[in-house]
């Protein structure tokens, strides 16, 4: 990979010079914040690369919901429901999505690094589409996570996902770690679509559902670049959180 870096001046009207920096063409260092660019060679040389080459970056994602985590209280409701309640979290952002109402279909933009709830710092890696169903007595909830989906709705290309989790349940979640939402597939290796199927069954027809839907989503970048130094991710990400459990559906 090389960079090549100028500073260049011309003569302007009034005797001075006019000054830029300029980069040789090429693909960004990072997604935001500098722009300088590389672009790669082939040398006809004897000699080691010395390094170089690409490394994977990822940053936690959420999919977009109705409530705020750290709006939910614990034991159940949220925050407007019951001014003052002690919440499950302060620290952690994301969002549950729900009430989901049986026979529903819907998406919601997945967001990667937004600290703060705030998705104007945040980067849109994909789309998670749900559908709620019920046949019979047996209740059904699919779950798409889909990187290739941010792409087509103006999400920068090349994010993939490492790892997903689900909640899926008829209570409020009681968790802020990902690794106790009770359905979850950890060791994905760069996929760009994940699916999920929760199916349980209820003789009294299927009440509406809370969704969390949390991925691990990265993309390759240049050695030595470390992004904007910010992924919005929190302390307790993963199963070791001690948090209280979450809430219960049959396993996928």
């Known amino acids: 990979m090389v960079a090549a870096h100028a500073a260049l001046r011309k003569p302007d009207a009034t005797g001075g010079y006019q000054t830029e920096t300029g980069w040789a063409n090429g693909d960004r260092f990072v997604r935001k914040g500098n722009w300088g660019t590389y672009f790669s060679t082939d040398l006809n040389c004897d000699c080691d690369s010395g390094g170089g080459g690409m490394t994977t970056a990822c940053e936690t994602a959420f999919a977009f919901g109705d409530t705020e985590l750290e709006d ?10 019951y001014p003052g309640c002690p919440t499950i979290t302060q620290k952690r952002w994301g969002w549950q999505i729900g009430p989901v109402f049986v026979n529903t279909t819907s998406s919601a933009i997945m967001w990667a690094g937004a600290g703060q709830n705030d998705v104007s710092k945040a980067e849109h890696v994909g789309v998670v ?8 007595t047996t209740c059904r909830v699919e779950v798409t996570f889909d990187t290739l989906q941010g792409e087509s709705q103006m999400a920068p ?10 909640y899926a349940s008829y209570e409020m979640t009681q968790t802020v770690a990902p690794g106790q939402f009770g359905h979850g597939h950890d060791q994905l290796d760069g996929v760009m679509v994940d699916t999920y199927t929760v199916s349980w069954e209820d003789q009294d027809g299927c009440a509406p559902v809370y969704l969390v839907a949390h991925a691990e989503a990265c993309y390759d970048q240049a050695n030595g670049d ?4 910010s992924d919005g991710s ?3 990400e993963g199963g070791s959180d001690e948090e209280p459990g979450g809430g219960s559906t049959p396993d996928a």
Do not use: K, R
């Not at 939910?72 to 429901?81: K, M, P």
């Not at 290309?157 to 689900?166: I, S, V």
């Not at 470390?226 to 130094?229: A, C, E, P, R, Y």
């Open 157 to 166: 290309a090349g994010w993939f996902m490492n790892a997903t989790h689900l």
């Open 234 to 236: 929190d302390p307790g």
């Open 226 to 229: 470390s992004g904007d130094g």
């Open 72 to 81: 939910i209280c614990v034991g159940g409701g949220t925050v407007e429901q």
């Open 129 to 136: 589409s749900y559908i709620y169903t019920q046949t019979g």
